[in-house]
């Protein structure tokens, strides 16, 4: 049997890694320093399960999930027996410090230490802190029960083991963990999503778009495409001879829209062959036509299923 998961802290994060958790099969030990959260946290729980239950996404009923969520006054009783604590209080580096050396004086010296946080850096919480070589950063997508990327940062003292643990755990719990080596701000996901909305601000500031232009190009071409691959994916398949034959057809046209905006950013010879190497190791160009054909079947199914779900207009 395995050792619960204790959640700190049951505002929207909270009460979403307690589905993802319970959902999996684990008791979860839920706390909120404010006690007239955790009955309004269980009511959340309870109306997602029913949602999720709805739309045939459980194994089980709402309520067998339900009932391995406990609710826990002290935050010592919350930790006892945990194994992973999930930090999911507010985005205030001052606050997470003082809770991690709280945590740290909670918990035995096995126990992950994993912080929510969407934009600190471990060093911002964690390198005083006495139980540091425990502590990372655990990233989830909101709602991590609907969106299963997890994004591990490790801080410069955290213990390798620590991470492997964490990277164990999180799989279990159906998410797909992606380790970031380097502390930096934004981590993967949201310097991707950083990069977008920075040129729609200046599509937007210079005329060139409305904003309900740009959320229909995305609705209508990015969006679908990157629900099932991503952009050197996308590229690769986009263009014959893949990812090296697009660099050189596209690459002089991206790096002039990036100085356009003060950014020389070039996709130089070797960076592109790192890029085109990894490719290749995903898939060989002997297979890429039919990893098109797969592609274009995928944008069928996806637009097969917004008909059938949301009517023929699903795109307007
Ligand atoms: N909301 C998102 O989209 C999102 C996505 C990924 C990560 N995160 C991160 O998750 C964390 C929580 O965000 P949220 O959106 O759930 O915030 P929230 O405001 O919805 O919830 C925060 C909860 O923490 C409680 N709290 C206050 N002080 C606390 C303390 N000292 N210890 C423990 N709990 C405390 C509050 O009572 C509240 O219930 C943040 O670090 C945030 O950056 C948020």
Redesign the pocket.
């Known amino acids: 049997m395995t050792r619960p998961i204790a959640v700190?802290?049951?505002?929207?994060?909270?009460?979403?890694f307690a589905i993802v958790f319970a959902r999996a099969g684990s008791q979860v030990a839920l706390?909120?320093?404010?006690r007239d959260?955790l009955p309004r946290?269980m009511d959340d729980v309870r109306e997602r399960l029913e949602m999720l239950d709805s739309f045939h996404l459980l194994e089980e009923s709402a309520e067998t999930v339900l009932s391995r969520i406990s609710t826990h006054a002290e935050?010592s009783e919350a930790v006892v027996e945990a194994e992973l604590v999930q930090?999911?209080?507010?985005?205030?580096a001052a606050?997470?410090l003082?809770?991690f050396d709280r945590l740290a004086g909670l918990t035995e010296d096995h126990v992950i230490l994993a912080?929510?946080?969407?934009?600190?850096t471990p060093g911002r919480y964690a390198h005083e802190c006495v139980a540091r070589a425990r502590i990372l950063g655990a990233?989830?997508?909101?709602?991590?029960y609907l969106l299963p990327l997890i994004e591990l940062i490790p801080g410069t003292h955290t213990d390798s083991l620590i991470v492997e643990r964490a990277s164990e755990i999180y799989r279990r719990a159906g998410l797909s963990p992606v380790l970031v080596p380097v502390e930096i701000e934004g981590f993967i996901m949201n310097r991707l999503q950083g990069a977008v909305l920075r040129e729609a601000y200046c599509l937007v500031r210079d005329g060139v778009a409305s904003v309900e232009d740009i959320d229909t190009v995305m609705r209508t071409s990015l969006g679908p495409r990157w629900s099932f691959m991503g952009p050197f994916e996308t590229v690769d398949l986009n263009t014959q001879g893949g990812i090296t034959e697009h660099a050189r057809r596209m690459g002089p046209a991206y790096l002039r829209m990036g100085e356009f905006r003060g950014m020389r950013e070039e996709w130089t010879p070797d960076l592109v062959a790192e890029v085109n190497r990894q490719r290749r190791n995903i898939l060989p160009l002997s297979q890429w036509l039919q990893r098109v054909h797969w592609r274009d079947e995928q944008l069928m199914r996806l637009n097969a299923l917004k008909r059938e779900r949301l009517g023929p207009k699903a795109d307007e």
């Open positions: 700190v802290g049951a505002g929207a994060i909270g009460v979403a706390w909120d320093p404010q959260r946290a935050l930090e999911c209080a507010p985005e205030d606050a997470k003082e809770l912080s929510s946080s969407s934009a600190l990233h989830p997508a909101n709602p991590p």
